[in-house]
């Protein structure tokens, strides 16, 4: 069976374009699948971005900007439109930029694909239009019996169902361009990563149906009752994989954003591919970690299930937390920057808006997202930080300072690449990544030190001042709050000038017409392998080494420190 | 490059790079030690998670909490009946829409047995300043043993979102010195 009988109508002309820069042949029905989901996605975040700000605004007391009806309201907004829908998006473009541009192929059935992006598109309205109408205030994880109305569910089924045709058009393209021979030997890593990526999107968004879709009836009162625990566990088998999707994705990026602006190609393919393959091993697991101070799951349950699989899964990404920066150095070094253990970092494009979002996405999520990820997943230490806004500072870690500063980033290459324009303020876009991602760092860290001090997530009102019974936290979590509040606005700042640049270049850049010279060049190798070092002979990673080494012993120590704050609390068995 | 297909067609035949093996042995090893230090705090640390739980009708549970704070009651405080179980028994605190019900009185040092349930939507129960903090489901009854180890007014607040008047959710416990000589009689006796 062909994937074409898979698919059902295909057709089998395809119109190509050549990249003047990469001499990748782009079919242009993929390209126009690329720009409406980054379009689409741009805007959720917009949306989104814009609903994050009034929540910190609202929880920096001194300013306590919402009330509280519009809080819970948009807080529920906040984190359908860019946890799920500004990312999602993003990842169905990089898909099909993963599939049919990198493999030189034709994308299966576009017009299947227009299908599952106007099911998205919808699905993602209707899910928006349930939370502004206000009775649907029940949060990104929407715990029964808390109840929402039909079309809030209804619309996240839409939007997932889209997302889930989006992935078998990824599939079906692999399919076609093996069959069509488009490209020898393997696929390219990055296409390696966004494939685990599509392969756990696809369990999530099943394990999403089966909890959803009777969640849904039991909105529309065809279902009695949804048993608020066992909505947890299947839940978090969408919630937190999901997110693994993006971590995936995100580390195809960096591979790829490595590759285009400095040559790099990966240390050993057999250790990255393996590294991203863990992921689809093992990552699911890690969602037992929301669990863990659930009354009625056992301790052995939650070991196994937080525990060394999910290290394994870890160890994935601190395999991808030595290969992305060793690949650096290692081309770097080959481009010339030879001198000392670190010139190859300094002379590195820090101009270079995606390669700063890059490399900040990288720092950031292993520093901040990964040691307090693996933290919070350890069975005694969740106790400390469940449900205080620790979590969300973890997740900022990861989603934010991770994965939409790493996307962000690919933009700055999409730009003039898919949408062929030059990239408009240029200026601007250089200092953009910093802005965005030093907001999103202060706002996890602050968020972590305000949840180790006890301070609630999803609250309005820290001082209790509407409570029968008083309680004050302390003056730190008073300051914490308020820094989280000034990194919300520069982190703001970062987004605002990011709309503004991708929305101005979109409409308003310049046309890239034969032999332009971009603003922000690739890499001169551009899309033809440069360099022949890698696994043919041990390139000495000096710089590499210190880094990681900085790295481990930050995690050792913060890890321990955790256990420290855990002993001194009243004994609990 | 990692956006074109490997240079060599096999890549599961590359070798691996020394700093790469290196790496990896000390990640793997690591999470070996995590791994194994969760299950050992179960032997030399006092502070893991209770597994034992029951289901219970949320009306049963409101009746048991109500039928504890009728017996032990020793004052009031703002409506609420402030309760002093006998030290080392069973206490029950109930959480809904919006308090923590009722307010407990507890000595220090003494373990307890502290039932936890909701009666109507998911709760968070967090412990102020100590920051204990536990998920508390409707139908499902948890019990805590809980050993206060300092003395003083503690507040309970609600970490899980459950509607408009999430904010206003709080509850308190008092924790009170015991009195030395009754310590000491309750060490001989074993407790
Ligand atoms: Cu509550």
Same mark, same amino acid.
């Given at each position: 069976?062909?994937? !074409?009988?898979?698919?059902?109508?295909?057709?089998?002309?395809?119109?190509?374009?050549?990249?003047?820069?990469t001499?990748?042949k782009?079919?242009?029905?993929?390209?126009?699948?690329?720009?409406?989901?980054?379009?689409?996605a741009?805007?959720?975040?917009?949306?989104?971005?814009?609903? #994050?700000?009034?929540?910190?605004?609202?929880?920096?007391?001194?300013?306590?900007?919402?009330?509280?009806?519009?809080?819970?309201?948009?807080?529920t907004?906040?984190?359908?439109?860019?946890?799920?829908?500004?990312?999602?998006?993003?990842?169905?473009?990089?898909?099909?930029?993963?599939?049919?541009?990198?493999?030189?192929?034709?994308?299966?059935?576009?017009?299947?694909?227009?299908? $599952?992006?106007?099911?998205?598109?919808?699905?993602?309205?209707?899910?928006?239009?349930?939370?502004?109408?206000?009775?649907?205030?029940?949060?990104?994880?929407?715990?029964?019996?808390? &109840?929402?109305?039909?079309?809030?569910?209804? $619309?996240?089924?839409?939007?997932?169902?889209?997302?889930?045709?989006?992935?078998?058009?990824?599939?079906?393209t692999?399919?076609?361009?093996?069959?069509?021979?488009?490209y020898?030997?393997?696929?390219?890593?990055?296409?390696?990563?966004?494939?685990?990526?599509?392969?756990?999107?696809?369990?999530?968004?099943?394990?999403?149906?089966?909890?959803?879709?009777?969640?849904?009836?039991?909105?529309?009162?065809?279902?009695?009752?949804?048993?608020?625990?066992?909505?947890?566990?299947?839940?978090?088998?969408?919630?937190?994989?999901?997110?693994?999707?993006?971590?995936?994705?995100?580390?195809?990026?960096?591979?790829?954003?490595?590759?285009?602006?400095?040559?790099?190609?990966?240390?050993?393919? &057999?250790?990255?591919r393996?590294a991203?393959?863990?992921?689809?091993?093992?990552?699911?697991?890690?969602?037992?970690?929301?669990?863990?101070?659930?009354?009625?799951?056992?301790?052995?349950?939650?070991?196994?299930?937080?525990?060394?699989?999910?290290?394994?899964?870890?160890?994935?990404?601190?395999?991808?937390?030595?290969?992305?920066?060793?690949?650096?150095?290692?081309?770097?070094?080959?481009?010339?920057?030879?001198?000392?253990?670190? !010139?190859?970092?300094?002379?590195?494009?820090?101009?270079?808006?995606?390669?700063?979002?890059?490399?900040?996405?990288?720092?950031?999520?292993?520093?901040?997202?990964?040691?307090?990820?693996?933290?919070?997943?350890? !069975?005694?230490?969740?106790?400390?930080?469940?449900?205080?806004?620790?979590?969300?500072?973890?997740?900022?870690?990861?989603?934010?300072?991770?994965?939409?500063?790493?996307?962000?980033?690919?933009?700055?290459l999409?730009?003039?690449?898919?949408?062929?324009? =030059?990239?408009?303020?240029?200026?601007?876009?250089?200092?953009?990544?910093?802005?965005?991602?030093?907001?999103?760092? #202060?706002?996890?860290?602050?968020?972590?030190?305000?949840?180790?001090?006890?301070?609630?997530?999803?609250?309005?009102?820290?001082?209790?001042?509407?409570?029968?019974?008083?309680?004050?936290?302390?003056?730190?979590?008073?300051?914490?709050?308020?820094?989280?509040?000034?990194?919300?606005?520069?982190?703001?700042?970062?987004?605002?000038?990011?709309?503004?640049?991708?929305?101005?270049?979109?409409?308003?850049?310049?046309?890239?017409?034969a032999?332009?010279?971009?603003?922000?060049?690739?890499?001169?190798?551009?899309?033809?392998?440069?360099?022949?070092?890698?696994?043919?002979?041990?390139?000495?990673?000096?710089?590499?080494?210190?880094?990681?080494?900085?790295?481990?012993v930050?995690?050792?120590?913060?890890?321990?420190?955790?256990?420290k704050?855990?002993?001194?609390?009243?004994?609990?068995? | 490059?990692?956006?074109?297909?490997?240079?060599q067609?096999?890549?599961?035949?590359?070798?691996?790079?020394r700093?790469?093996?290196?790496?990896?042995?000390?990640?793997?090893?690591?999470?070996?030690?995590m791994?194994?230090?969760?299950?050992?705090?179960?032997?030399?640390?006092?502070?893991?998670?209770?597994? !034992?739980?029951?289901?219970?009708?949320?009306?049963?549970?409101?009746?048991?909490?109500? =039928?504890?704070?009728? &017996?032990?009651?020793?004052? =009031?405080?703002?409506?609420?009946?402030?309760?002093?179980?006998?030290?080392?028994?069973?206490v029950?605190?109930? #959480?809904?829409?919006?308090?923590?019900?009722?307010?407990?009185?507890?000595e220090? #040092?003494?373990?307890?047995?502290?039932?936890?349930?909701?009666?109507?939507?998911?709760?968070?129960?967090?412990?102020?300043?100590?920051?204990?903090?536990?998920?508390?489901?409707?139908?499902? %009854?948890?019990?805590?043993?809980?050993?206060?180890?300092?003395?003083?007014?503690?507040?309970?607040?609600?970490? =899980?979102?459950?509607g408009?008047?999430?904010?206003?959710?709080?509850?308190?416990?008092?924790?009170?010195?015991?009195?030395?000589? %009754?310590?000491e009689?309750?060490?001989?006796?074993?407790?």
């Amino acid at each position: 069976m062909t994937a !074409e009988t898979v698919i059902g109508a295909v057709p089998a002309q395809a119109e190509f374009r050549t990249c003047q820069y990469t001499g990748l042949k782009v079919d242009t029905a993929a390209q126009a699948l690329i720009k409406a989901n980054a379009v689409a996605a741009v805007v959720f975040l917009a949306i989104g971005g814009l609903m #994050g700000l009034l929540v910190a605004l609202t929880r920096w007391p001194a300013v306590h900007l919402l009330p509280a009806d519009w809080f819970y309201l948009i807080l529920t907004g906040h984190g359908a439109n860019v946890l799920l829908f500004w990312i999602i998006f993003f990842e169905m473009a990089v898909l099909y930029f993963a599939s049919a541009i990198l493999l030189n192929s034709r994308l299966a059935a576009p017009k299947l694909a227009w299908v $599952g992006f106007v099911m998205m598109v919808v699905g993602a309205i209707a899910t928006n239009v349930a939370v502004l109408q206000g009775d649907s205030s029940v949060m990104f994880t929407s715990y029964p019996p808390m &109840k929402a109305q039909p079309h809030f569910y209804l $619309g996240l089924i839409l939007f997932a169902v889209g997302a889930l045709i989006g992935c078998a058009i990824f599939f079906a393209t692999l399919a076609i361009a093996k069959e069509e021979k488009t490209y020898e030997g393997s696929i390219p890593l990055v296409t390696f990563g966004a494939l685990t990526a599509a392969i756990i999107a696809v369990f999530t968004i099943a394990s999403g149906a089966i909890i959803l879709i009777p969640t849904w009836l039991w909105s529309l009162g065809l279902i009695n009752d949804i048993d608020p625990l066992m909505y947890k566990v299947v839940w978090w088998a969408m919630g937190h994989s999901s997110q693994q999707i993006n971590v995936s994705a995100h580390v195809s990026l960096w591979y790829l954003t490595a590759a285009l602006l400095v040559g790099a190609k990966p240390l050993s393919e &057999k250790v990255s591919r393996t590294a991203f393959f863990m992921y689809i091993l093992f990552l699911q697991l890690a969602s037992a970690h929301h669990l863990l101070a659930d009354p009625a799951l056992d301790a052995s349950w939650k070991i196994v299930n937080t525990s060394y699989m999910m290290y394994l899964a870890v160890l994935g990404s601190m395999v991808h937390g030595l290969t992305v920066p060793g690949a650096i150095e290692s081309a770097q070094r080959k481009n010339g920057y030879n001198r000392g253990v670190f !010139e190859w970092l300094r002379k590195s494009p820090w101009g270079h808006p995606a390669w700063a979002g890059m490399f900040l996405s990288l720092v950031f999520f292993g520093f901040i997202g990964g040691i307090s990820g693996v933290v919070l997943g350890t !069975e005694q230490l969740n106790v400390l930080m469940h449900n205080t806004i620790y979590v969300p500072g973890h997740f900022h870690g990861t989603v934010v300072a991770g994965t939409t500063l790493a996307f962000m980033g690919a933009t700055y290459l999409v730009l003039p690449l898919v949408f062929e324009r =030059e990239i408009l303020f240029p200026k601007l876009a250089k200092i953009q990544p910093y802005l965005f991602g030093i907001g999103a760092a #202060g706002i996890s860290l602050f968020m972590m030190g305000a949840g180790t001090l006890g301070v609630p997530r999803r609250h309005w009102d820290i001082t209790f001042s509407d409570a029968n019974l008083s309680f004050a936290h302390s003056a730190g979590a008073f300051l914490m709050m308020g820094l989280n509040g000034i990194f919300a606005i520069i982190a703001a700042i970062g987004g605002i000038l990011f709309i503004l640049v991708v929305v101005g270049t979109v409409f308003f850049g310049e046309k890239i017409k034969a032999g332009h010279k971009l603003t922000f060049p690739l890499h001169s190798g551009g899309g033809a392998a440069v360099s022949h070092y890698g696994s043919e002979k041990a390139p000495k990673l000096p710089g590499t080494i210190i880094l990681v080494m900085i790295f481990f012993v930050c995690f050792v120590l913060y890890y321990f420190i955790n256990w420290k704050y855990l002993s001194e609390l009243w004994l609990f068995r | 490059m990692a956006v074109t297909p490997p240079e060599q067609r096999i890549w599961w035949n590359e070798p691996i790079e020394r700093v790469e093996l290196v790496w990896i042995v000390i990640a793997f090893l690591w999470g070996l030690f995590m791994f194994g230090f969760m299950i050992a705090w179960h032997f030399i640390g006092q502070q893991n998670l209770s597994k !034992e739980a029951y289901r219970i009708a949320p009306s049963a549970y409101e009746a048991k909490v109500d =039928e504890f704070a009728k &017996k032990f009651t020793v004052r =009031e405080e703002q409506g609420i009946p402030v309760v002093k179980p006998k030290p080392g028994t069973d206490v029950y605190l109930l #959480g809904r829409l919006w308090q923590w019900w009722p307010i407990l009185e507890l000595e220090k #040092g003494v373990s307890y047995r502290i039932h936890l349930s909701s009666i109507d939507w998911q709760h968070g129960f967090s412990l102020q300043p100590v920051n204990i903090n536990i998920s508390v489901h409707p139908g499902y %009854e948890h019990v805590i043993s809980l050993t206060p180890t300092q003395s003083g007014e503690f507040g309970i607040i609600c970490n =899980e979102f459950c509607g408009i008047g999430h904010h206003t959710m709080t509850g308190k416990i008092y924790v009170t010195e015991q009195k030395r000589a %009754e310590a000491e009689q309750r060490l001989a006796g074993g407790r």
